[in-house]
């Protein structure tokens, strides 16, 4: 993930958020807080904790995504440069080569971002934003039935 977005927060925010999960968090869970031990070693907790480093309780989050199996379907936006779609399909992919769930990237046909992937246009591009719409509304309906 790459949350610096001019609508998410700024560079400076983006890097202080991402160096503390990736070295105060696990140093404060360490120190004893009673009260974060308590919510970062339940079941949620660890595997929010297995999200943020890949690095970090990986045979954990790996039998998690696997008990998911075909519940799960994730698709990615190929221009989104927030969450790129290459690191869903990294995150989802175990170490034995197999991916947990299904996997799709899609592209759509006009100027869109992480922000706004359905932007309002007035010209003929409104139809191809509306019809991108009700394809993924349409996509994730039919995978739950």
């Given at each position: 993930?790459?949350?610096?977005?001019?609508?998410?927060?700024?560079?400076?925010?983006?890097n202080r958020v991402y160096s503390y999960y990736m070295q105060d968090f696990e140093k404060e869970i360490e120190n004893g807080k009673k009260i974060m031990d308590r919510i970062l070693?339940?079941?949620?907790?660890?595997?929010?904790?297995?999200?943020?480093?890949?690095?970090?309780?990986?045979?954990?989050?790996?039998?998690?995504?696997?008990?998911?199996?075909?519940?799960?379907?994730?698709?990615?936006?190929?221009?989104?440069?927030?969450?790129?779609?290459?690191?869903?399909?990294?995150?989802?992919?175990?170490?034995?080569?197999?991916?947990?769930?299904?996997?799709?990237?899609?592209?759509?046909?006009?100027?869109?971002?992480?922000?706004?992937?359905?932007?309002?246009?007035?010209?003929?591009?409104?139809?191809?934003?509306?019809?991108?719409?009700?394809?993924?509304?349409?996509?994730?309906?039919?995978?739950?039935?």
């Amino acid at each position: 993930m790459k949350g610096a977005s001019r609508l998410i927060m700024d560079n400076e925010a983006y890097n202080r958020v991402y160096s503390y999960y990736m070295q105060d968090f696990e140093k404060e869970i360490e120190n004893g807080k009673k009260i974060m031990d308590r919510i970062l070693s339940t079941r949620v907790g660890m595997t929010f904790r297995s999200m943020i480093d890949f690095s970090r309780f990986r045979k954990f989050r790996e039998k998690s995504l696997s008990a998911l199996g075909d519940r799960m379907l994730s698709v990615g936006l190929a221009k989104d440069t927030v969450i790129p779609a290459q690191g869903i399909a990294d995150t989802l992919r175990l170490s034995s080569g197999r991916k947990a769930g299904r996997i799709e990237i899609w592209d759509f046909q006009y100027n869109y971002s992480h922000e706004n992937p359905f932007p309002l246009y007035k010209t003929a591009e409104k139809k191809l934003v509306d019809n991108s719409f009700m394809k993924l509304i349409s996509h994730a309906a039919a995978f739950l039935i």
